[in-house]
């Protein structure tokens, strides 16, 4: 499967803890973004990099949310401290940045539920 | 501030009939609107794209007509069919070269009954 991969899937966790997700993009993506989808509403934009630089964060991310890319490749996005308003789906996608179009192919999501 | 509106926030359509979603952007800087579907418990995947240049695109039984006076971009689905019920976002970024973030709009629930 040559798309965007994100673990895990599913995340369960109760206030107050750290969590953890893993986006893995299309080979050779320079863009890489993160975004957030709650019921019943569109992706909102979170951050993206490119390459391994983290170009540019919504302020939606507040503190507690960090991200890396490392080497340029995967992405992490830890979430600190959680609470019952992260509980939502986050959203990887990638894109080719010397591509003709703005195209960004999404991961299938990791949905977050804050007990 | 919503910078991009979209309607309706759902729609049925009988199997065979038209599909019409619009959406309205305020940000004149906006260079490219994308459609994506996404069906539930799934990441959004992507339709079909215009850039401001042109009026209409086609593709297969979906097509993009975009009005850059009006700041207006529509979506039609032709024939719709049972397998095209699913979400329907429409989105605009600022610069096609650029690839900068994607606004959404809040999405459109298609249900095609037989």
């Known amino acids: 499967d040559t798309g965007v991969s994100q673990d895990p899937r599913h995340k369960i966790t109760k206030r107050g803890q750290n969590v953890t997700f893993r986006c893995d993009p299309i080979?050779?993506?320079?863009?890489l973004y993160w975004y957030r989808q709650t019921l019943g509403q569109g992706p909102e934009f979170l951050t993206y990099?490119?390459?391994?630089?983290?170009?540019?964060k919504s302020r939606l991310l507040s503190d507690r949310f960090s991200a890396e890319r490392p080497k340029g490749s995967f992405s992490t996005l830890e979430i600190q401290h959680t609470e019952q308003g992260d509980s939502a789906m986050y959203l990887c996608?990638?894109?080719?940045?010397?591509?003709?179009?703005?195209?960004?192919?999404f991961g299938p999501g990791t949905r977050l539920t804050v007990l | 501030q919503q910078q991009v509106k979209q309607s309706p926030q759902s729609l049925i359509v009988q199997k065979g009939g038209i599909s019409i979603i619009n959406c309205a952007y305020e940000?004149?800087?906006?260079?490219?609107f994308p459609w994506y579907q996404q069906f539930p418990g799934k990441g959004p995947a992507l339709l079909i794209a215009?850039?401001?240049?042109?009026s209409e695109k086609k593709e297969g039984r979906f097509t993009i007509s975009f009005n850059k006076s009006a700041k207006q971009f529509s979506l039609h689905i032709m024939d719709s069919q049972p397998g095209d019920s699913a979400t329907y976002f429409c989105?605009?970024?600022?610069?096609?070269?650029?690839?900068?973030?994607?606004?959404f709009g809040k999405g459109t629930r298609l249900s095609v009954i037989a």
């Open positions: 996608a990638s894109s080719r940045l010397a591509q003709a179009y703005n195209e960004q192919f």
């Open positions: 080979s050779e993506h320079n863009r």
């Open positions: 990099f490119q390459n391994e630089a983290q170009l540019e």
């Open positions: 940000n004149t800087a906006f260079d490219y």
């Open positions: 215009i850039r401001p240049d042109v």
């Open positions: 989105a605009a970024s600022g610069s096609f070269s650029g690839n900068t973030p994607l606004v």
